[in-house]
């Protein structure tokens, strides 16, 4: 069975970082693409940024230049370095494996 297990938010104030983490279990990580994406209330989940094996990576253009999609596949895990955080980052951010795998979601809110 395919388990993704998000961890790393929190409450950060504007400006400030957060680096999440997700852990996958039951396939062969090292070979899967691996993504991120997020849900504000009120709005559908968004892309936000995604990794393929080749060291390819991909961001949506609300985050483009901020955040930062890096694994490490001897510990079977994908992060999301966040930087530069915004009011308008605030949601759950839910790991991927495509298409059709989720974790149970993080909470990340970015308030003063």
């Known amino acids: 069975q395919v388990h993704l297990v998000e961890s790393g938010g929190g409450l950060v104030q504007p400006g400030g970082s957060l680096k999440l983490s997700c852990v996958g279990s039951?396939?062969?990580?090292?070979?899967?693409?691996m993504g991120w994406y997020r849900q504000a209330i009120g709005k559908e989940r968004e892309f936000v940024a995604s990794?393929?094996?080749?060291?390819?990576?991909r961001y949506a253009d609300s985050v483009k230049g901020r955040f930062t999609i890096s694994r490490d596949n001897a510990k079977n895990t994908v992060y999301l370095q966040m930087n530069s955080l915004k009011p308008e980052d605030t949601a759950v951010y839910y790991c991927?494996?495509?298409?059709?795998?989720w974790g149970q979601g993080t909470q990340v809110t970015v308030s003063s």
């Open positions: 991927n494996k495509p298409y059709s795998y």
């Open positions: 039951g396939f062969v990580f090292s070979k899967s693409p």
């Open positions: 990794f393929v094996s080749g060291g390819s990576t």
